[in-house]
């Protein structure tokens, strides 16, 4: 009897590049944001990096503005605070989440929101985002 390959199908998880589409974890006012650019690296951002995004769905009343008729034109800094692709740890574990999340920030690297919704990794701690682990409410 003949098995086919289950692994064909398996969703292949990469970096976060150009055109990612991030979810955003914080309580800025936007939903939805898409990677421009990778500030560290040259295939694309991992867990902690920071990248340049720009708005794609913002909801009325945040402090991340969208106006009727805009596509995207609002470009912000933000913090990869959850990865689908795996990151190895020095005891051996290996953490990885089922969706890109991202948490906006400023150009001197404070967060926009002032929660932070979902688990997030102490990755954070060693890139020195501290201000969001300080508002995070779960920490993996």
């Known amino acids: 009897m003949h098995q086919a390959g289950f692994n064909q199908y398996k969703q292949q998880r990469t970096f976060i590049q150009m055109g ?3 979810k955003v974890v914080d309580n800025s006012g936007s939903k939805k944001v898409m990677c421009i650019q990778a500030l560290k690296g040259r295939k694309g951002a991992r867990l902690g990096d920071k990248v340049v995004v720009s708005v794609k769905e913002a909801l009325s009343g945040g402090k991340v503005k969208m106006e009727k008729g805009e596509k995207s034109k609002r470009v912000y800094y933000g913090v990869v605070v959850r ?32 929660r932070v919704f979902g688990p997030n990794t102490h990755e954070l701690r060693k890139k020195k985002h501290l201000k969001i682990l300080s508002l995070a409410e779960n920490i993996v």
């Open 20 to 22: 990612s589409i991030l």
């Open 83 to 114: 990865a689908a692709m795996q990151r190895g740890r020095c005891d051996g574990s290996e953490v990885k989440f089922d969706d890109n999340a991202v948490v906006l920030i400023n150009k001197q690297g404070e967060p926009i929101g002032t």
